[in-house]
Structure formats: structure tokens, C-alpha cells
């Protein structure tokens, strides 16, 4: 989740449900950090992959386009990377959301669109152009960079369910209070505006609405955990997800 760095006084609160504190710490761990990190790897191993054979391809073929899947598949990999060492690396928080619902919702959203791949696809319901695929292509190297970018700032702030740690306020945290879920939306966008399968548009709406209730839950820990520090933040960065938007 991002949280951003800033020295603060103690949390006003934390929100902890019965369903992680009646697990040992490990099991609770297991589920919130271990586990997906696993998953996390697992992708950058495929993005890795998926690199080398651009790479062998670039060597051929030195297009942009390709130097842009190469440089994509590079950065997507280095982000989903450098989240699983974080989620590994991290330390307890002062204040954490471990109610069921809110942990369902948001492993959900972390790894909807991969569980969609292994789905039938359905109809096609659009597909573009060459120059439509190319805006696409360029869409999901921005949001693989600002992923990247974004994680830089966070450190091992970044967790899969909402906590609170330190409040992060550098960095793409400066323009928007969640420039990682605008990450993600930007290389879902980008795939879409490629090729759309009646699966993917199915997923890419249901995610939209998982990330909307994920921000709000995410928002009312970091006020309770750092209420003046929060508001602050909220009034100076004034948009959440999209920019001039909300």
C-alpha cells in the first residue's frame, strides 16, 4: 500500500479483526507477505524470460517497437521483484486493516488480471490497429516505469494489504496519493487498447472497482495512523488515482 516516509507521532489506532490476530504471527505472514511474494517472483521469472527473447529479437530486429517491449518486459520485472523482496524485507506495522473482506479485496486486485490469463478468453471485442497497438505499447512502458518509480519511493513501505508504517509523501507520492494503482492502470489500459477479450474487459472493470475500495481503505487507516500528517498530505496532494480527476 503507499505509505510514505515521514517522522510521525504513534498511531492514533490500529484496525486489526480477528481473523489475523487469532493466527500465529507466521501464518498471518504467510498469507499477507509470503504468499504473494511468491507469486511476485514467479512473474518476474516470466518477465525475465520474456526479455531474453525480445533481446535475441532486438538483435535482429532494432526497432523501437521491440527496444519498447525490451525495456517493458525489463521494467515490469524489476518492479514485481523489488515487491517481493520488499513485502519479505519489511517490518511489522503500527497500524494494519486485517479484516476479511478487506484482505480478500485486496489480494483480489493484486493478481486479478494474471488468474484472467488462465481463463477462457472469450470474443474479441476489439483490436487495433498497428499505431492503436504502438499508443498501447508506449502506455504500458509509462506505467511499468512509474510502477518502478513507485516502489523506489516506497521501500519496504509496500505491502498487498492496507498498513501503515511510515506516511510516503516523495517521490510520485508528491502528485498523486496513489501513483502505483495508476501504474497498474496504465499497462492494463495499454493491453486493452491492443486487444480486448470479452475476459479482459470483465477483469479490467472488476479491478477498478477493487482498487476504488481498496484506496478508500487504505485512506482511512493512514488518517486514523496519521491523522494531522494524513490531511496534510490530502490537501496538498489533492488527487488519489487520476490526475485533474480524483
Known amino acids: ?11 492514533s489506532g490500529s484496525r486489526e479483526s480477528p481473523l489475523l490476530t487469532r493466527w500465529p504471527n507466521g501464518a498471518a505472514r504467510a498469507l499477507i507477505a509470503f504468499a504473494p511474494a511468491l507469486i511476485l517472483v514467479g512473474l518476474a521469472v516470466v518477465q525475465a524470460n520474456d526479455a531474453v527473447q525480445v533481446w535475441q529479437q532486438y538483435t535482429t530486429d532494432p526497432s523501437w517497437v521491440v527496444a519498447s ?37 485486496s489480494l483480489i486486485a493484486s493478481f486479478l488480471m494474471i488468474g484472467v490469463t488462465f481463463l477462457p478468453a472469450g470474443p474479441v471485442l476489439w483490436s ?27 521501500k519496504t513501505n509496500f505491502s498487498i494489504v492496507p498498513e501503515a508504517r511510515t506516511l510516503v509523501i516523495t517521490g510520485p507520492y508528491r502528485l498523486l496519493r496513489h501513483p502505483i ?36 481503505r487504505e485512506e482511512d487507516l493512514l488518517r486514523r495512523a496519521f491523522p494531522e500528517a494524513f490531511e496534510e498530505f490530502a490537501s496538498r496532494t489533492r488527487f488519489r488515482l487520476l490526475p485533474l480527476l480524483w
Open 1 to 11: 500500500m503507499p505509505v510514505q516516509e515521514a517522522n510521525l507521532a504513534n498511531s
Open 69 to 105: 517491449e525490451l525495456a517493458r518486459s525489463v521494467l515490469y520485472a524489476s518492479f514485481v521483484l523489488g515487491g517481493a523482496v520488499a513485502l519479505c524485507a519489511t517490518r511489522g506495522p503500527r497500524a494494519r486493516d486485517g479484516r476479511g473482506v478487506v484482505i480478500a479485496a
Open 128 to 154: 487495433a490497429s498497428t499505431h492503436i497497438y504502438q499508443v498501447g505499447l508506449l502506455l504500458t512502458v509509462f506505467g511499468a516505469g512509474l510502477a518502478l518509480a513507485s516502489l523506489t519511493s516506497l
Open 181 to 216: 494503482y495508476l501504474a497498474e492502470l496504465l499497462m492494463i489500459v495499454g493491453v486493452v487498447v491492443g486487444q480486448m477479450h470479452l475476459a479482459t474487459l470483465i477483469g479490467a472493470l472488476s479491478l477498478v472497482v477493487l482498487q476504488a475500495y481498496r484506496i478508500q
